[in-house]
């Protein structure tokens, strides 16, 4: 195979091309197509992709048009990109969340973000697979694997090394170079874990940043969408885009007014003077080749200026967080079937079980037990003293005697930590992810970075420098 003229290209480096005439919307639809075709779909099988978009070459040939006659509507005009497979989109792709049930899923609209891509003239290019229902169907299933979309492997290591989950196909699908940037979804480390496992910049945002509406759900308190990219540049680029207030998701209407420029944060002398916390809770999960990465990603960061705070350690939430999130499925997910319209023969969790257990052969590989438990151990009314209170306990651990404790107490401008941790996702807290390093199995390791509510302007610039100060990311060698 030719060497892909696409490789490791940033947002742009793509306008630039287009702007000069070097490419176009359509030449870079049609790279980005052939080379799926070649390593995701054929060679390594990679299966990141689980639905091409067929109206994609003439969305593209639109932005060239459009650019054509001088109307650039942002970076995103004509630039390819891949969405999660939970993500509506009322066109001509199917919404399934990898599972079988809802292969034959057509969402009546766009979600608010997909309107938020289509109005900034990105390319949908297509979809991803991902650990099935967003990794909330089984407690022992493999990560990237659905039943409608077989086994996304991690492109560093294709049947060797673990992909992560749940935006499995995001992951793997930036890292490969399938396309520019992509949207992942997150209910707990489901961005930051893919990301981590595929040398990636992923960006967790506050809930509330963007939308949840069109976005098939687990729990109200947990759920966001946010972008996956191969840098930290990329990365702020496709957040601006998909922030926005949607009159329709209760959480938005706290973001911020106007919603930052988040690419004016991207100082490569950002962790100059920042208060950095490190969380070394949990470093006893980590290889010693792990560790060595971590102690080398803090070295360099004191170098490049930033005042280390050791020892803010940052313990798992109690085991509270599945508790809360069993509870509130059965509702959520209810919630969106009933959006499907009479046309759709799944309209219900219970639905949704029946029809698995009678394509159990091809649909209950790995089970459905987390499925079964949220249908009969819940009233799905979220009236349960037990939901309440892990709903509130959860709540005070990760933000108040969690986050907001440490960065007060310490005086800290962001949180460091190895990998990712879980209190960002059950306190709704933003947190961004950078490639760091790798084992020598040729593992990809991150670290991440969190802070309180609405600071993703201030993670941008920590994370930004610490990828200048630390140039970890490697393509890989497919």
Same mark, same amino acid.
């Given at each position: 195979?030719?060497?892909?003229?696409?490789?490791?290209?940033?947002?742009?480096?793509?306008?630039?091309?287009?702007?000069?005439?070097?490419?176009?919307?359509?030449? /870079?639809?049609?790279?980005?197509?052939?080379?799926?075709?070649?390593?995701?779909?054929?060679?390594? +099988?990679?299966?990141?992709?689980?639905? +091409?978009?067929?109206?994609? $070459?003439?969305?593209?040939?639109?932005?060239?048009?459009?650019?054509?006659?001088? %109307?650039?509507?942002?970076?995103?005009?004509?630039?390819?990109?891949?969405? @999660?497979?939970?993500?509506?989109?009322?066109?001509?792709?199917?919404?399934?969340? #990898?599972?079988?049930?809802?292969?034959?899923?057509?969402?009546?609209?766009?979600?608010?973000? !997909?309107?938020?891509?289509?109005?900034?003239?990105?390319?949908?290019?297509? @979809?991803?697979?991902?650990?099935?229902?967003?990794?909330?169907?089984?407690?022992?299933?493999?990560?990237?694997?659905?039943?409608?979309?077989? %086994?996304?492997?991690?492109?560093?290591?294709?049947?060797?090394?673990?992909?992560?989950?749940?935006?499995?196909?995001?992951?793997?699908?930036?890292?490969?170079?399938?396309?520019?940037?992509? !949207?992942?979804?997150?209910?707990?480390?489901?961005?930051?874990?893919?990301?981590?496992?595929?040398? /990636? !910049?992923?960006?967790?945002?506050?809930?509330?940043?963007?939308?949840?509406? #069109?976005? =098939?759900?687990?729990?109200?308190?947990?759920?966001?969408?946010?972008?996956?990219?191969?840098?930290?540049?990329?990365?702020?680029? +496709?957040? %601006?885009?998909?922030?926005?207030? &949607?009159?329709?998701?209760?959480?938005?209407?706290?973001?911020?007014?106007?919603?930052?420029?988040?690419?004016?944060?991207?100082?490569?002398?950002?962790?100059?003077?920042?208060? =950095?916390?490190?969380?070394?809770?949990?470093?006893?999960?980590?290889?010693?080749?792990?560790?060595?990465?971590?102690?080398?990603?803090?070295?360099?960061?004191?170098?490049?200026?930033?005042?280390?705070?050791?020892?803010?350690?940052?313990?798992?939430?109690?085991?509270?967080?599945?508790?809360?999130?069993?509870?509130?499925?059965?509702?959520?997910?209810?919630?969106?079937?009933?959006?499907?319209?009479?046309?759709?023969?799944?309209?219900?969790?219970?639905?949704?079980?029946?029809?698995?257990?009678?394509?159990?052969? &091809?649909?209950?590989?790995?089970? %459905?037990?987390?499925?079964?438990?949220?249908?009969?151990?819940?009233?799905? @009314? +979220?009236?349960?003293?037990?939901? $309440?209170?892990?709903?509130?306990?959860?709540?005070?651990?990760?933000?108040?005697? #969690?986050?907001?404790?440490?960065?007060?107490?310490?005086?800290?401008?962001?949180?460091?930590?190895?990998?990712?941790?879980?209190? *960002?996702?059950?306190?709704?807290? *933003?947190? $961004?992810?950078?490639?760091?390093?790798?084992?020598?199995?040729?593992?990809?390791?991150?670290?991440?970075?969190?802070?309180?509510?609405?600071?993703?302007?201030?993670?941008?610039?920590?994370?930004?420098?610490?990828?200048?100060?630390?140039?970890?990311?490697?393509?890989?060698?497919?």
């Amino acid at each position: 195979m030719i060497d892909f003229p696409l490789q490791e290209v940033r947002i742009r480096e793509l306008q630039q091309w287009m702007e000069e005439g070097e490419q176009t919307s359509v030449s /870079l639809t049609s790279l980005y197509m052939q080379r799926i075709a070649e390593i995701d779909q054929d060679g390594p +099988l990679l299966r990141s992709v689980i639905e +091409l978009n067929p109206d994609a $070459i003439y969305i593209a040939a639109q932005m060239d048009q459009e650019r054509a006659q001088g %109307q650039v509507r942002s970076e995103l005009h004509g630039i390819p990109i891949l969405i @999660k497979d939970n993500i509506n989109t009322g066109d001509h792709m199917h919404t399934s969340a #990898g599972s079988l049930a809802l292969s034959d899923s057509f969402a009546p609209e766009d979600a608010f973000l !997909v309107r938020q891509l289509r109005k900034a003239g990105a390319v949908i290019l297509g @979809k991803t697979n991902l650990t099935e229902m967003a990794n909330f169907m089984s407690f022992n299933m493999q990560n990237g694997y659905s039943a409608r979309g077989g %086994q996304t492997l991690n492109p560093y290591g294709p049947g060797r090394l673990d992909v992560g989950g749940s935006s499995a196909g995001s992951g793997a699908a930036v890292a490969a170079n399938l396309c520019a940037v992509a !949207v992942g979804t997150e209910t707990s480390g489901s961005i930051l874990n893919p990301a981590a496992k595929n040398s /990636l !910049v992923g960006i967790k945002p506050t809930l509330g940043l963007i939308s949840r509406t #069109g976005v =098939i759900p687990i729990a109200y308190t947990q759920d966001t969408a946010g972008p996956m990219a191969r840098n930290v540049e990329d990365a702020a680029i +496709l957040l %601006q885009v998909l922030a926005g207030k &949607d009159e329709q998701d209760a959480p938005t209407q706290t973001s911020p007014v106007p919603i930052p420029d988040y690419a004016s944060y991207l100082d490569a002398e950002g962790l100059r003077g920042a208060r =950095i916390g490190i969380n070394r809770a949990y470093v006893h999960e980590l290889s010693d080749e792990e560790k060595s990465i971590m102690e080398a990603s803090i070295e360099a960061m004191y170098h490049a200026g930033a005042v280390i705070v050791d020892h803010t350690d940052l313990d798992h939430i109690a085991s509270e967080d599945m508790t809360v999130l069993l509870y509130e499925f059965k509702s959520a997910l209810n919630h969106y079937l009933s959006t499907l319209g009479p046309q759709s023969s799944i309209r219900t969790l219970k639905d949704m079980i029946d029809y698995n257990h009678l394509h159990h052969q &091809d649909a209950l590989k790995y089970g %459905q037990e987390i499925l079964i438990k949220a249908q009969y151990e819940t009233s799905g @009314k +979220l009236t349960e003293a037990k939901y $309440i209170q892990a709903r509130l306990s959860d709540w005070n651990q990760a933000r108040e005697e #969690g986050i907001d404790r440490l960065l007060r107490e310490h005086q800290l401008d962001a949180i460091f930590s190895p990998d990712h941790t879980d209190a *960002p996702a059950v306190g709704g807290y *933003p947190a $961004i992810i950078v490639p760091a390093g790798y084992r020598r199995d040729g593992m990809p390791f991150g670290i991440s970075f969190m802070s309180t509510a609405y600071k993703e302007p201030e993670l941008i610039r920590i994370a930004y420098a610490f990828e200048h100060t630390v140039p970890a990311r490697r393509r890989p060698m497919l």
